[in-house]
Nanobody, 114 residues
Framework: QVQFVESGGGLVQAGGSLRLSCAIS????????MGWYRQAPGKQRELVAS???????SHLYSVKGRFTISRDNGKNTVYLQMDTLKHEDTAVYYC????????WGQGTQVTVSS
C-alpha cells in the first residue's frame, strides 16, 4: 500500500519561504517520477513541479526561479522549497507520482497573506 504524508505548510507573509516535505511509504519511490501538485479553492488541481528518478526536474512557469523540487531516495522523501511566496501560491499542496497513480494524501495547507 502506497501512502503520502505531506507536511511543512503554514501561514506566511508574501515574500516568505516554506519547505514542504512528503514522506512516501511503499516500495515505489526510487523508481518513480514524483510530483508536487496544488489545488486552490475553486480551481482544479495542477502540477507544480516534478522530479524523475535521475534527479531531472521541471517546474510550472509561474513558480520557476522561486520553487525547487528535490528528493532523498534514502529517506523516501520528496521536498519542495518555496521562496518569494505570493498570495496566488495559496493552496493545498499534495505529492504523488507523475502521472499520479495512487490515492491522494491529506495535503498540507499553504496560505500566503498579501
Amino acid at each position: 500500500q502506497v501512502q503520502f504524508v505531506e507536511s511543512g505548510g503554514g501561514l506566511v507573509q508574501a515574500g516568505g519561504s516554506l519547505r514542504l516535505s512528503c514522506a512516501i511509504s511503499g516500495r515505489i519511490f526510487a523508481i518513480k517520477s514524483m510530483g508536487w501538485y496544488r489545488q486552490a479553492p475553486g480551481k482544479q488541481r495542477e502540477l507544480v513541479a516534478s522530479i524523475d528518478n535521475g534527479g531531472g526536474t521541471s517546474h510550472l512557469y509561474s513558480v520557476k526561479g522561486r520553487f525547487t523540487i528535490s528528493r532523498d531516495n534514502g529517506k523516501n522523501t520528496v521536498y519542495l522549497q518555496m521562496d518569494t511566496l505570493k498570495h496566488e501560491d495559496t493552496a493545498v499542496y499534495y505529492c504523488n507520482t507523475l502521472p499520479y497513480e495512487y490515492a491522494w494524501g491529506q495535503g498540507t495547507q499553504v496560505t500566503v497573506s498579501s
